[in-house]
């Protein structure tokens, strides 16, 4: 069980907007660290998406944003496209376990 | 240009040590700030961070897998390696090594997929 809590699966129809969220608690993102974002492509390592909660990591397009509030974060993809359909995970920093932790990820699906 | 890449055996017998090493470019362990981490993936399952290797060689571990697992660096041949004791079939998965300027993991190597069996 991840200590960050991501909704298994989303999904949305082309040009919908959807939002994946990552739970988490007073020790990890309640403490203040930073959320990132990680997309995985089917079969590909994971790749940076969104740093420091709210920033887009190089190439990302702008109908894509990141917030960060209290003890959680959201990805908000709007303009979806059939391109998105990936994995998403979110990850951050706990310090009651000393160190990096990812939730469990969330399939995001294009109908 | 950053660049890693992981490399090591493919398949391990139970019990068995695994020694993994990340070769990388294009950034210095030597910079303060600068981390590498270890991060592995069952098939079909979510990403589980492994471990971190600070430029001043501060180790962070797994709570769960601290006992079995060794960080070592080598400057210069720019290598980090992950030793991993006691392998058991539940390690299946691909493993990957990754730079983490700051707080987020930048760049991730290709990974290398571990198979335990007998």
């Known amino acids: 069980q991840s200590v960050l809590t991501q909704p298994p699966s989303v999904s949305g129809t082309p040009g919908q907007r959807v939002t994946i969220s990552c739970t988490g608690t007073s020790s990890n993102i309640g403490a203040g660290y930073d959320v990132q974002w990680y997309q995985q492509l089917p079969g590909t390592a994971p790749k940076l998406f969104m740093h420091?909660?709210?920033y887009r990591a190089s190439g990302v397009p702008d109908r894509i944003s990141g917030s960060k509030s209290g003890t959680s974060a959201s990805l908000v993809i709007t303009g979806l496209q059939t391109e998105d359909e990936a994995d998403y995970y979110c990850?951050?920093?706990?310090?009651?376990?000393?160190?990096?932790?990812f939730g469990g990820g969330t399939k995001l699906t294009v109908l | 240009q950053i660049t890693l890449k992981e490399s090591g055996p493919t398949l391990v017998k139970p019990t068995q040590t695994l020694t993994l090493t990340c070769t990388f470019s294009g950034f210095s362990l030597n910079t303060t700030g600068v981390t590498v981490g270890w991060i592995r993936q069952p098939p079909g399952k979510a990403l589980e961070w492994l471990a971190l290797l600070y430029w001043d060689d501060d180790k962070r571990y797994r709570p769960s897998l601290e006992s079995r697992l060794t960080l070592a660096k080598d400057t210069s041949k720019n290598q980090v390696v992950l030793t991993m004791t006691d392998m058991d079939p539940v390690d299946t998965a691909s493993y990957y090594c990754?730079?983490?300027?700051?707080?987020?993991?930048?760049?991730w190597g290709q990974g290398v997929l571990v198979t335990v069996s007998s």
């Open positions: 420091g909660n709210r």
């Open positions: 990754a730079y983490r300027p700051s707080s987020a993991f930048d760049h």
């Open positions: 990850q951050s920093f706990d310090t009651s376990l000393g160190g990096v932790i």
